[in-house]
């Protein structure tokens, strides 16, 4: 019999870059990341947002973290981001394409070709570009890992909503061709599909219609927290997670195992 094997569940001394990380469970995962000793590229559209969370971060006694301003709706913006972070770090080894924003405007509606387009770009065509940028380097690391964040709306759909729908169901998509390609160089890709979580884009809806909706779709019974969707995160992101891809995990209380 083979002896046991121990696998590496340490990301300490791997460098990550994590989009959308000035707020929400960007933010929550550029926290946790740092806590673990990795390297964090903290990346967001406002360069005052993405200095907060670093000084948090350091706040907190972990000095590996540093802000870039990206707009992942700029290619050029994200292939110099990602230089820099390979510069400053010395290599990428983790990329969180995490990024999103909510513009719901009906089908049919004026306004609507905008937010298709827009939606598309921030929410699935940065997530390859932010891949194919750092792709160099992740083909250095002896544990690459690519985590794109969609949402249980590319595993269902909601009225009025088409475009994010498509977006993040597209997201679901191209991270299972990521994966098939990538496979053969031990490049691991997969997706995490957030539920109802308590963020910016969710901060418009009362706590009494959160309360409401969360017992009547949720086995959990609530809306769960950045920081929950940040740890699920870091398990796919670990060394140890090595024969972990193409896999689509929704972390949303049981949104979608839910009939009554």
């Known amino acids: 019999m083979e002896p046991y094997k121990p696998l590496d569940r340490s990301i300490a001394g791997r460098t990550a870059i994590i989009t959308g990380a000035a707020s929400g469970m960007g933010r929550a995962t550029a926290h946790l990341f740092a806590r673990e000793g990795a ?19 350091e706040a907190a006694g972990f000095k590996t973290a540093k802000a870039w301003v990206l707009d992942v709706g700029d ?12 510069e400053t770090f010395g290599g990428i080894d983790i990329v969180v394409n995490n990024a999103g924003l909510a513009r719901p405007v009906p089908l049919g509606e004026d306004g609507y070709e905008d937010s298709w387009d827009l939606s598309l770009n921030v929410m699935l065509t940065s997530h390859q570009r932010m891949v194919q940028a750092a792709l160099p380097h992740l083909r250095k690391s002896d544990a690459a890992r690519i ?20 977006a993040k169901t597209g997201v679901i998509g ?11 160089e031990g490049i691991t890709a997969n997706c995490i599909c957030p539920g109802p979580i308590i963020t910016g884009i969710t901060a418009g809806i009362s706590d009494e219609h959160k309360e409401i909706f969360s017992k009547r779709r949720t086995a959990l019974r609530r809306y769960g927290i950045p920081e929950e969707v940040a740890n699920i995160t870091l398990s796919v992101v670990l060394p140890a997670a090595s024969y972990l891809t193409g896999v ?4 949303d209380g049981g949104l979608t195992i839910r009939n009554a």
Do not use: H
Request: charged share 15%; net charge negative.
């Open 248 to 251: 689509v995990i929704p972390v």
């Open 147 to 166: 985590v794109n964040v969609a949402s249980t709306e590319g595993l269902g759909a909601t009225s009025m909503n088409s475009a994010y729908v498509a």
């Open 39 to 57: 390297n964090v590229a903290v990346t967001d559209l406002e360069q005052g947002a993405c200095d907060a969370v670093v000084a948090e971060i």
């Open 174 to 184: 191209l991270t299972r061709a990521m994966a098939v390609e990538f496979g053969k």
């Open 75 to 86: 290619p050029e913006a994200i292939k110099q981001v990602a230089a820099a972070t390979a």
